[in-house]
């Protein structure tokens, strides 16, 4: 299947991570051989199982605006640089689902889910200028994967194998629930005559403690009724004494007046005090609160920055070449020094650097004739002459 045919396709994420991997994979598999290709484009590339990329057809062709190099379509001959930005064009394609056409937008706006590091190296194959590309796409493949292993997430824990059930034992046949035996029967039936004659004891002794208190209340004797007294003719009528029938004396009613009770004044409420009238406070005048001092704002402290990696690990003599400094907390203003290990660094001199981000920098060196081929070391030095971590850089004839 062309590349063509298979953008026209839906595919994860992940897919199209895979297919950016193996575009770089195959490409650098081509200059590794010495080879550098005619024509990049979608129709020029064939897709296989498993994803395998074969750019064989890109070997013949004429440069199409929107996959080709600037310098292609001046009229320059075919070259790594050139390839490495027509596979750029067909990554940014993959990533985007349209061509970027001659002049790419930045990846990071267009598809911000990406990895800054990744959408970085996806427009570093697409600068202009061939000398500010990167050499080969190792660092991009890299990339790609990593971005892979976060779109899908860890990968499941396999579960444990339940082991296997026992088999069941055969049922054992149900039968029918024991009756009481007949020995236990006695025994119930003493049990229920135990209860039995404690219920009619209890009852007995009721009725016997009962029975007494209502007949004493029956033969006790009626207390006789007093006799009347006869009147006496010559006797003046007096008052029944206070034994007789009325056991509460009642009263003689009088002509006299009953003495009215005594009216009690009701006592006059006591005038209440007039309040005392309180000071009214005097206001303390509070004194201004004293403006706050300006605080000079102090810039945050600079992230120590540390290199990771160099791309390529070896360049050639003589003439300019192009690397990439990877690391974390990279600044604009820190410079490149290449330092001696073995030999002193003459013949190599630093032309430009360019700042792309906090992991990239991209320096472009030239050589001459006169470089030992031996091992150096490249740092970046800040304005105070502090050096970061060194790494190795290969100059070979």
Same mark, same amino acid.
């Given at each position: 299947m062309r590349l063509d045919a298979w953008l026209k396709q839906p595919h994860s994420p992940a897919e199209r991570l895979r297919l950016i991997e193996?575009?770089?994979?195959?490409?650098?598999?081509?200059?590794?051989?010495? @080879?550098?290709?005619?024509?990049?484009?979608?129709?020029?590339?064939?897709?296989?199982?498993d994803l395998k990329i074969d750019l064989s057809p890109a070997k013949r062709g004429r440069p199409e605006p929107g996959y080709a190099a600037p310098e292609r379509l001046e009229g320059s001959e075919p070259s790594t640089a050139a390839d490495i930005y027509s596979v750029g064009s067909l990554c940014w394609e993959v990533l985007v689902g349209r061509p970027c056409g001659e002049a790419p937008k930045p990846l990071s706006e267009i598809a911000p889910e990406l990895s800054r590091e990744l959408a970085n190296s996806v427009m570093g194959c697409l600068e202009r200028s061939s000398e500010w590309r990167p050499k080969d796409l190792t660092y991009l493949a890299?990339?790609?994967?990593?971005?892979?292993?976060?779109?899908?997430?860890?990968?499941p @824990?396999?579960?444990?194998?339940?082991?296997?059930?026992?088999?069941r034992a055969s049922a054992a046949p149900r039968t029918a629930p024991r009756r009481a035996s007949r020995s236990q029967l006695p025994l119930l039936?003493?049990?229920?005559?135990?209860?039995?004659a404690a219920a009619a004891s209890y009852l007995w002794l009721h009725r016997q403690q009962a029975e007494p208190s209502v007949a004493a209340r029956a033969?006790?004797?009626?207390?006789?009724?007093?006799?009347?007294?006869q009147p006496d003719p010559g006797a003046t009528a007096t008052p029944p004494p206070a034994s007789a029938a009325f056991p509460t004396p009642v009263p003689t009613v009088t002509d006299?007046?009953?003495?009215?009770?005594? @009216?009690?004044?009701?006592?006059?409420?006591?005038?209440?005090?007039?309040?005392?009238? @309180?000071?009214?406070?005097t206001p303390v005048p509070t004194p201004a609160a004293a403006p706050p001092e300006p605080r000079t704002a102090s810039a945050p402290p600079a992230e120590p920055a540390s290199l990771s990696t160099v791309s390529p690990l070896s360049v050639k003599r003589p003439g300019k070449v192009l690397i990439d400094i990877r690391g974390a907390g990279l600044r604009a203003d820190l410079r490149v020094r290449i330092l001696a290990l073995k030999e002193n660094p003459r013949g190599i001199a630093v032309i430009r650097q360019k700042w792309t981000s906090p992991n990239l920098v991209s320096v472009l060196l030239e050589l001459d004739s006169a470089v030992t081929p031996t091992v150096y070391a490249i740092a970046l030095e800040d304005a105070s002459g502090a050096l970061t971590n060194t790494l190795q850089l290969h100059v070979t004839k």
């Open positions: 193996r575009l770089a994979q195959a490409l650098n598999t081509v200059h590794d051989r010495g @080879e550098a290709l005619a024509s990049i484009a979608p129709e020029r590339v064939e897709v296989g199982g890299q990339l790609a994967a990593a971005q892979q292993k976060a779109v899908r997430g860890p990968e @824990e396999p579960k444990p194998k339940r082991a296997a059930p026992p088999p039936l003493a049990a229920v005559l135990l209860i039995a033969t006790a004797p009626t207390p006789p009724a007093a006799a009347a007294p006299a007046k009953p003495t009215p009770a005594p @009216e009690i004044a009701a006592p006059m409420a006591e005038p209440e005090p007039a309040p005392t009238p @309180e000071p009214t406070p």
